[in-house]
């Protein structure tokens, strides 16, 4: 065994968070795939069977009530909150990113608006996730705003007097850079707008703070670092000060605040009900609810500690196994400035992520030449990080 091998074998070892891998479905596989979609945590089957086939099949409609369905939206939310740092009743899960990041944004320039008409520019982050710049350019035309994509150094110099609302990402998803939420958003606050905040690449592997640093509205999705199964609902928060004034550009008779008085005027909801639009989807949602039990005793602060040991390991492995020049991280050394992942640029990324996935080590590629490796620190161990990139380097020659 190589020296690094056996730093490994010592690693895991001494891990704090090593029995949390038991609560998850795996195999063989070196699984670094966890920022696309997390693996199945082993109580979601179950927890699913009985929604479907006792709650479904025998309570039927008595379940929005005796199996509360109907609350689920809120003590999800409520189970999200700590690991991005909300006090309950600020989250409602949800919807899509998409839908949510909408809902944030459009409510963004219209809490902008009550304090000052005038504002008519949305900033956003020029590299995105490309949904979001969609979902920014309609939310732009839907407000009569102009959008200004700029990169994320550049956002603290483009805010002004007409900036409205600004949309970024907490990290980004292609380099895995990590970027500054408490100064960004002071910045945009002291420009009198108001920040939106996307969570995906962050929550679940990393503390976020919500509250703490007066984070206006934030959205994000459940099925990465979170492992809420594929197409799991998304979640958005509302600071607490802004519940009674944010204006979705949503409403749904879910988010009335007589909902089965099916009145024709709207009258929205208090708190983080205001968030919701239509009838919830029950099924995912319960088993993001059952998939959320693995974090029972897990502090995200011991999450964010591995992570960076894990990343940290890996870049050293690469830097051993893999012929110089062959590969070159574009994710930041610094801790400060890194997420849960690592981006390898390589020019023939595609066909390697092929050849690595068919040798057991499952990674992804994004386009035109980025190798993607994300580690979820909860079932992510030392030993399958220089296994992956041994394997890497053998495959690079």
Known sequence: MSELGMRAEKLDAADELAFVREKFVLDDTVYLDGNSLGALPAGVPGRVEDVVRRQWGELRIRSWEESG?????????????????????????????????????????????????????????????????????????????????????????????????????????RTGRLHDLPALTAAVHAAGAVVVWDLCHSAGALPVGLDRHGVDLAVGCTYKYLNGGPGSPAYLYVRGDHQDRFDSPLPGWNSHADPFGMRSDYEPAEGAPRGRVGTPDILSMLALEAALEVWDGVP??????????????????????????????????????????????????????????????????????????????LYVGFGEVERAARVLGELLG
């Open 69 to 173: 369905w109907w609350t689920a939206p809120e003590r999800i939310g409520d189970l999200i909150a700590p690991l991005v740092g909300a006090a309950p009743g600020r989250i409602v899960v949800g919807d899509s990113t998409s839908v949510n990041v909408f809902k944030a944004v459009v409510g963004a320039v219209r809490l902008a608006r009550l304090a000052d008409p005038g504002r008519d520019e949305i900033v956003v982050d020029a590299a995105t996730f490309p949904t979001d710049g969609y979902i920014a350019e309609s939310a732009a035309r839907m407000t009569t705003c102009a959008l200004r994509p700029v990169t994320s150094d550049q956002v603290p110099g483009a805010l002004g007097a007409r900036t409205a609302a600004v949309l970024l990402n907490h990290v980004d998803y």
């Open 300 to 377: 995200v602060e011991s999450v964010r500690a591995k992570s960076l040991a894990l990343t940290d390991f890996f870049l050293e492995c690469v830097t051993a196994y893999v012929s110089e020049g062959r590969v070159e991280s574009v994710t930041p050394v610094a801790h400060a400035e890194r997420g849960s992942q690592v981006a390898l640029r390589c020019p023939d990324a595609g066909e390697v992520m092929k050849r690595l996935i068919a040798r057991g080590v499952v990674g992804d590629f994004r386009y035109p030449d980025i190798l993607r490796f994300g580690f979820t620190p």
